[in-house]
T-cell receptor, first 112, second 115 residues
Framework: AQSVTQPDIHITVSEGASLELRCNYS??????LFWYVQSPGQGLQLLLK??????LVQGIKGFEAEFKRSQSSFNLRKPSVHWSDAAEYFC??????????FGAGTTVTVRA | GAVVSQHPSRVICKSGTSVKIECRSL??????MFWYRQFPKQSLMLMAT?????????EQGVEKDKFLINHASLTLSTLTVTSAHPEDSSFYIC???????????FGPGTRLTVT
């Protein structure tokens, strides 16, 4: 069975500083990997996805993620955080049957 | 493109009543829809997979008689919480898959409060 670990429950970052959110997965086959963002009381918005090819993936809102097979990781980064980036971030791994398994999420707080 | 809506966005019901939540894919046909449940400050937990024209597949521990799912068309799936109790209060989110690739498109969620 697949699983997703997001080691950081809560991260606080200053506006303008860089942000990195960690994600490790366990899955026997080639995974489909996703990062989603959720604002309070809202649904999920897809930031980026990795299916195959270039291991550095660019997403929306200035986010990028790098797939490292050797480390079973898919970490999310943003060079300069904006106050509007404060939200909950979920990493997810997709299987061949299209089901998704989500990590526990990382709450990002942005301080002025 | 790829917009998924849910209705209602919020619902409050009394214990013992049933509540229906609709999930619609607005601009594509969804061969598969998924229903998730999310408790406060927790992750999404897959409840069931809904395929158009066939019975839903429930995840382990999810009561199929409690959470009735109907996927009558390629653009609509409904989740009915039967005989709701306060412990069913949660945020319910649906997603839709159009049959190509692995991406799911998520609805905005429905906040259910059972009093």
């Amino acid at each position: 069975a697949q699983s997703v670990t997001q080691p950081d429950i809560h991260i606080t970052v200053s506006e303008g500083a860089s942000l990195e959110l960690r994600c490790n997965y366990s899955y026997g086959a080639t995974p489909y990997l996703f990062w989603y963002v959720q604002s309070p009381g809202q649904g999920l918005q897809l930031l980026l996805k990795y299916f195959s090819g270039d291991t550095l993936v660019q997403g929306i809102k200035g986010f990028e993620a790098e797939f490292k097979r050797s480390q079973s990781s898919f970490n999310l980064r943003k060079p300069s955080v904006h106050w509007s980036d404060a939200a909950e971030y979920f990493c997810a791994v997709g299987r061949n049957d299209y089901k998704l398994s989500f990590g526990a999420g990382t709450t990002v707080t942005v301080r002025a | 493109g790829a917009v998924v809506s849910q209705h209602p966005s919020r619902v409050i019901c009394k214990s013992g009543t049933s509540v229906k939540i609709e999930c619609r894919s607005l601009d594509f046909q969804a061969t598969t829809m998924f229903w998730y449940r999310q408790f406060p400050k927790q992750s999404l937990m897959l409840m069931a997979t809904s395929n158009e024209g066939s019975k839903a597949t429930y995840e382990q521990g999810v009561e199929k008689d409690k959470f009735l799912i109907n996927h009558a068309s390629l653009t609509l799936s409904t989740l009915t919480v039967t005989s709701a109790h306060p412990e069913d209060s949660s945020f319910y989110i649906c997603s839709a898959h159009e049959g190509a690739g692995a991406e799911q498109y998520f609805g905005p969620g429905t906040r259910l409060t059972v009093t």
